[in-house]
């Protein structure tokens, strides 16, 4: 089993930054792809960003394409969700999930309990 423990998220004006943390434990690191969702109140869960198990390739929704960056440190067993320029629309809970594909579906194996992220104008 894998265990996903997100930290690093709260509250934060419009135009400000936030980097969330995802450390991982358990079962080998480094041979999963890695993604970020989201979900805002009365919305359903979303795609926000992807990363291959190398670190490789990555892949974003095209709302956060340009101000958030995906990145991991399989040394640290650790995935982060570095978010510039944010927008009241960005607020949410963030989810950190991990499995075998790369891909923004919702096809992951194993996921976080969730760090509220919440930008005020």
């Known amino acids: 089993q894998v265990q996903l423990v997100e930290s690093g998220g709260g509250l934060v004006q419009a135009g400000g930054s936030l980097r969330l943390s995802c450390a991982a434990s358990g079962r080998t690191f480094s041979r999963y792809a890695m993604g970020w969702f989201r979900q805002a109140p009365g919305k359903e869960r979303e795609f926000v960003a992807a990363?291959?198990?190398?670190?490789?390739?990555?892949y974003y929704a095209d709302s956060v394409k340009g101000r958030f960056t995906i990145s991991r440190d399989n040394a640290k067993n650790t995935v982060y969700l570095q978010m510039n320029s944010l927008k009241p629309e960005d607020t949410a809970v963030y989810y950190c999930a991990a499995g075998d594909a790369f891909t923004p579906r919702e096809e992951y194996d194993y996921w976080g309990q969730g760090t509220q992220v919440t930008v005020s104008s």
């Open positions: 990363i291959s198990w190398s670190g490789g390739r990555t």
